[in-house]
């Protein structure tokens, strides 16, 4: 190991110790004390608490694509819930990030589990994809510091983790400060809409059924907007909290890729959060919290040229699919007794090819310096191999199922779980740990695509066996 290496090695170790401690002094002590609640919160029946902070990096520091240059007039968020009364807290995070992988998802669960006096398996943190945002994956750093590589030269807008583990840190005191003013929840409101003209399929289709053409977020060419909408799910589902008549959280759910246009050097939570935000001041004493369904192979290619006024359009007509579903919300009474928490532990299979990238590197590092993210592949294919699981989630809530999902899911999963239990109110959001990137169901890595290629897919197609079964199970627990 050179004396780079070490040297790296060595602070990085040292910068780790110093940010949990922090998280410690922050979140209270650890191990068996971290899961006992102040005493004024442990209250009988459920209760809920929100937590609302801003993760936007300031000017000068990384997003996932290039540098932080001005601020819009919406910056970032990170929204969500803790939700006790049904066993050890839950907490549901959704954050305007383009990605948290591998690690850097784990330092997320132990951190916000901490804070609450609950456990890992009981967090989902769910990123929103936008792409004028950060990402943060402490593993592929952890890949390049052993490569003797500085992940803050090669690549600061992928792996400098400075602002992440500060937005982290943040994020845990403001979590833990929620405890503070938790309220009951009585009742259940469940609604749907229908949003138009905002998704449509990535891929389309030649003759011989492979992919001829991905119409991307952005789709100049006229010819390929005209093209058929394909495979999408229209429908947004609305979950609210209520305590009696009184409106506490509204979560929203709906499958696209977030894009009108990026690379602007601008953070901003494009249409999705404008939209949210549309839908925060209509209904302005509960917290309006929006995940991502299954949309990695949705976007709004179909109706969008990159002309920047597109943003406002998609906002607005994302916000009246999300008024459809408030109008449309009956509420029902829910206890304790009908709240559960449940979690299908899975071994994604990695795709063969990171097999072969892997025996490259024990020649040189010249993968790593040509593509700095073969860090994020080689950091999820170590976890495979070192027998580390993923954790598929699901709220139950009366007749409601809630699915929190890792990966860029293709929306054929959130179709698929939705016909496999129409006597149960389905809801999806994808986008958790995104160390897997992609993931197509079989039958796409047949078809080819981008989003089935080597460059952003890090999964076998044998994936989709994986996690149809364990959605099953969780639908059917």
């Known amino acids: 190991m050179s004396g780079f290496n070490k040297r790296l090695c060595g602070l990085l170790c040292m910068f780790s110790l110093l940010f949990f401690i922090q998280l410690s002094i922050a979140v209270g002590s650890t191990g068996k004390e971290s899961r006992q609640l102040p005493k004024h919160n442990i209250q009988e029946g459920l209760r809920l608490s929100t937590f609302d902070i801003d993760v936007t990096p300031p000017i000068g520091m990384p997003l996932a694509y290039d540098v932080s240059i001005n601020k819009w007039d919406l910056g970032l968020r990170a929204k969500g819930v803790v939700l006790q009364g049904a066993g050890l807290p839950?907490?549901?995070?959704?954050?305007?990030?383009?990605?948290?992988?591998?690690?850097?998802?784990?330092?997320?669960?132990?951190?916000l589990a901490a804070a609450v006096g609950s456990i890992p398996e009981r967090i989902a943190v769910n990123a929103l994809h936008q792409h004028d945002a950060p990402r943060f994956d402490s593993g592929a750093e952890q890949i390049l510091l052993e490569a003797g590589l500085d992940p803050a030269k090669i690549n600061p807008s992928q792996y400098d983790g400075t602002f992440p583990r500060e937005a982290l840190r943040n994020l845990t005191v403001a979590v833990k400060s929620s405890l503070n003013e938790t309220q009951p929840v009585t009742h259940l409101g469940l609604g749907k809409g229908?949003?138009?003209?905002?998704?449509?399929?990535?891929?389309?289709?030649?003759?011989?059924?492979?992919?001829?053409?991905?119409?991307?977020?952005?789709?100049?060419?006229?010819?390929?907007?005209?093209?058929?909408?394909?495979?999408?799910?229209?429908?947004?589902?609305?979950?609210?909290?209520?305590?009696?008549?009184?409106?506490?959280?509204?979560?929203?759910?709906?499958a696209t890729h977030p894009q009108s246009y990026y690379r602007t050097g601008i953070p901003n939570p494009d249409f999705v959060g404008v939209a949210r935000f549309f839908r925060q001041l209509a209904v302005p004493d509960a917290l309006h919290v929006h995940f991502n369904g299954a949309g990695g192979n949705i976007a709004a290619g179909k109706y969008n040229d990159g002309s920047h006024e597109n943003r406002?359009?998609?906002?607005?007509?994302?916000?009246?699919?999300?008024?459809?579903?408030?109008?449309a919300t009956k509420k029902e009474p829910i206890t304790s007794a009908n709240v559960s928490w449940t979690v299908e532990k899975v071994a994604l299979p990695p795709a063969p090819y990171l097999f072969d990238m892997q025996e490259k590197l024990k020649?040189?590092?010249?993968?790593?310096?040509?593509?700095?993210?073969?860090?994020?592949?080689?950091?999820?294919?170590?976890?495979?191999?070192?027998?580390?699981?993923?954790?598929?989630k699901c709220l139950s809530l009366n007749n409601a199922r809630l699915l929190h999902m890792p990966g860029e899911l293709f929306v054929e999963y959130q179709l698929a779980a939705k016909a496999a239990r129409p006597d149960l109110y389905v809801a999806m959001a994808a986008y958790g740990d995104l160390g897997m990137g992609y993931i197509g169901t079989t039958l796409a890595y047949e078809k080819g695509g981008y989003e089935v290629s080597q460059r952003v897919s890090n999964v076998a197609p044998e994936v989709e066996g994986v996690l149809m079964k364990a959605i099953e199970n969780l639908l059917k627990k």
Not at 313 to 320: C, D, H, M, S, T
Request: net charge negative; charged share 30%; with cysteine.
């Open 90 to 111: 839950i907490v549901l995070c959704a954050i305007d990030w383009l990605a948290i992988g591998n690690e850097g998802m784990d330092d997320f669960k132990r951190a």
């Open 312 to 327: 406002l359009i998609f906002a607005q007509r994302l916000a009246a699919g999300m008024e459809e579903a408030w109008e």
């Open 194 to 254: 229908t949003v138009d003209k905002v998704a449509s399929n990535r891929n389309i289709y030649g003759p011989d059924g492979k992919v001829r053409v991905t119409r991307m977020s952005t789709t100049r060419d006229a010819k390929i907007r005209a093209e058929p909408e394909g495979v999408i799910d229209p429908e947004l589902s609305l979950v609210s909290f209520w305590n009696e008549d009184q409106p506490i959280a509204i979560f929203s759910y709906y």
């Open 363 to 392: 020649e040189s590092n010249e993968l790593l310096i040509e593509n700095s993210g073969i860090a994020r592949k080689m950091a999820w294919l170590r976890r495979t191999q070192e027998g580390k699981t993923i954790d598929l």
